[in-house]
T-cell receptor, first 115, second 112 residues
């Protein structure tokens, strides 16, 4: 089945130690998103790629970076994780064209713990 | 005013009852509106899109009120399995994929 896959499902890192989360999709969607969701809060959009075009949200800290080497893969790099970065990180994809926004398909998420 | 606001609840509702909740949005230029469902510690999944004319999918009805800038979700004959958090999603000033904003969600608990 076509899907959005995130690895790992659970990631533990140390304060300040760089970490990379990965997302892959078999839907061939042109847009990929990264969200951060903390407990009892809404998913917060960090950035998205529209094809190869990177779109950063204005309030996303510089500590968060992303790479999309091809259509199928997208990575979230946290350069120096702080305790406040502990959260669920959700990857999503959608097929976009023009003004309309289409359904997003989410991966199962990576739960990040920072020690 | 927050961009997308929802009553966090929880809404405690007996099985079989009808429940409705709203979501208000601040950007009058928003074009796309959705309800997503998120179960505890799971990813959000699309429940239904919200169209200008209103739309129904089985026990679920969604409506859009542009004049008052809110969308609503009505669940009839509620089931225990409807217990979840319902997230309102609205696209932002840039339109399309830009500035997607989720509400904090409304927590619904269906009681036997």
């Amino acid at each position: 089945d076509a899907m959005v896959i995130q690895n790992p499902r659970y990631q533990v890192t140390q304060f300040g130690k760089p970490v990379t989360l990965s997302c892959s999709q078999t839907l061939n969607h042109n847009v990929m998103y990264w969200y951060q969701q903390k407990s009892s809060q809404a998913p917060k959009l960090l950035f998205h790629y529209y094809d190869k075009d990177f779109n950063n949200e204005a309030d996303t800290p510089d500590n968060f970076q992303s790479r999309r080497p091809n259509t199928s893969f997208c990575f979230l790099d946290i350069r120096s994780p702080g305790l406040g970065d502990a959260a669920m990180y959700l990857c999503a994809t959608s097929r976009e064209g023009g003004w309309t926004y289409n359904e997003q398909f989410f991966g199962p998420g990576t739960r990040l713990t920072v020690l | 005013r927050k961009e997308v606001e929802q009553d966090p609840g929880p809404f405690n509702v007996p099985e079989g009852a009808t429940v409705a909740f709203n979501c208000t949005y601040s950007n009058s230029a928003s074009q796309s509106f959705f309800w997503y469902r998120q179960d505890c510690r799971k990813e959000p999944k699309l429940l239904m899109s919200v169209y200008s004319s209103g739309n129904e999918d089985g026990r679920f009805t969604a409506q859009l009120n542009r004049a008052s800038q809110y969308i609503s979700l009505l669940i009839r004959d509620s089931k225990l399995s409807d217990s979840a958090t319902y997230l309102c999603v609205v696209n932002g000033p840039g339109g399309g994929a830009d500035g997607l904003t989720f509400g904090k969600g409304t927590h619904l608990i269906i009681q036997p």
